[in-house]
């Protein structure tokens, strides 16, 4: 009679170690890259935003609704706004995903903590972009400028 | 039998503690073991151990005092005992090392020195984990010499400079130090770990081999080198000295370089 002994645990890898299937494209890599490149484009967009509004003139004690307003007429400041918006807020929700990447340790509660992530991002994106664009620093009601205003004389 | 003959006492006068000639010191360890026996119960628990060790023991020396002279059912993997198989990892203090290579005299023995298995990896009895999740990533990413080209006569030839570029990572030893370490490793064990592309890197760096591309296109996966935060605990573990953060982001740039 011969008994049969089953080999030791040979490739018997538990299922909750096991990955499912390999993940097709370059998404992660692309991710890590844009980390650094929009880190280092942040870098001079929030310290030449941070030196023209406090330093530069009378520095922080022009900053008013008018000095806004005066900014967002300028085309470029337009777009230095809009940069460093869409960049710090991608950035932003891409570092929180890794976050929750890194501790969420169940796939439901990394999905449900993403859907938040990601709708807050839409919506801050969405209203800030439509802010920088039509900006209007007079807002007239039946020819009537509305109080708080900053309407030409 | 005849008695064995003393040896002559030695012609030149060594002052005490000097080539040998001094005791080694003694001092009292108080040892806490994490123990875990499944057939017993589901509940890990500490239990205390208090041996004399001389000033040359290790952690290791302690584990054997204690399995040989006192509670022969602490259970720990060990081979070598010299630093070399790689069996014998643990959290010692917090800090995951192979007990043979850790001093006693070098750790504060006027506090309980904690000994708990290595982290993220299931834990079968006492100090022993499964390692097979962390052979299985190291499978993953073909540890292996492949080359396409025609088998050639003589050996495989290399210069120097060649060799020299994959030489940190020829010192890996699959202690799992480093994989255990890691806490992106710790959270649900998928990510490939540190080991798993230190291996790689030890091919995809060798002029030898031509299946670079290959480990790289395993390696871009989202459980791959990407996860890695470097916080470099990896490199602090390896007691090969392995510089292994640097390891995994020279595989990261290959990706890059390959891919951009």
């Not at chain 1, 509004?53 to 900053?63: K, R, S, V, Y």
């Not at chain 2, 020299?164 to 994989?179: G, H, V």
Request: net charge neutral; glycine share 8%.
């Amino acid at each position: 009679m011969t008994a049969t002994i089953e080999s030791p645990r040979s490739g018997r890898v538990s299922s909750n170690y096991r990955r499912s299937g390999a993940s097709k494209g370059n998404f992660e890599m692309l991710a890590w890259l844009f980390m650094r490149l929009s880190g280092v484009v942040l870098v001079v967009l929030i310290f030449g935003h941070l030196f023209v509004n406090l330093m530069l003139g009378d520095g922080i004690h022009a900053i008013d609704f008018g000095f806004v307003a005066g900014k967002w007429a300028d085309p470029f400041w337009q777009v230095w706004d809009l940069a460093m918006l869409w960049l710090a807020m991608l950035h932003g929700t891409n570092g929180v995903r890794t976050i929750i990447n890194d501790y969420a340790e169940k796939n439901s509660t990394r999905m449900a903590l993403k859907v938040v992530l990601y709708a807050a991002t839409t919506v801050i994106i969405v209203l800030g972009t439509m802010v920088i664009f039509t900006f209007n620093p007079c807002p007239m009601v039946d020819g009537i400028p509305l109080p708080g205003g900053f309407c030409p004389a | 039998m005849t008695a064995e003959l003393a040896e002559p006492a030695s012609k030149i006068e060594l002052p005490a503690g000097v080539g040998g000639g001094g005791e080694i010191p003694t001092f009292d360890v108080h040892l806490r073991v994490r123990r875990y026996n499944p057939e017993v119960s589901e509940e890990a628990t500490w239990d205390d151990f208090h041996v004399t060790m001389y000033g040359t023991d290790r952690v290791l020396d302690a584990l054997h005092k204690v399995k040989w002279e006192i509670d022969g059912s602490v259970s720990f993997r060990r081979s070598c005992a010299h630093g070399v198989c790689g069996s014998d990892a643990m959290r010692i203090n917090g800090r995951t090392r192979l007990a043979c290579k850790t001093l006693l005299k070098d750790l504060d023995t006027t506090k309980p020195i904690t000994v708990e298995p290595i982290k993220g990896l299931p834990v079968e009895k006492d100090l022993i984990v499964d390692m097979e999740p962390f052979f299985q990533s190291f499978r993953e990413v073909m540890p292996f010499l492949v080359n396409r080209g025609h088998e050639p006569t003589k050996e495989r030839l290399q210069s120097s400079e060649e060799r020299e570029r994959f030489d940190d990572t020829t010192k890996c030893i699959l202690c799992a130090a480093c994989t255990s370490s890691c806490p992106v490793f710790w959270t649900d064990g998928q990510y490939f770990g540190p080991a798993a592309i230190v291996n790689a890197h030890r091919f995809i760096f060798d002029s030898r081999d031509d299946a670079g591309d290959m480990r790289l296109e395993i390696l871009n996966d989202k459980e791959g080198v990407w996860r890695c935060r470097t916080t470099f605990n990896c490199s602090e573990a390896c007691p090969r000295g392995i510089q292994v953060t640097k390891a995994i982001a020279e595989v990261k740039q290959a990706i890059l370089s390959r891919k951009v």
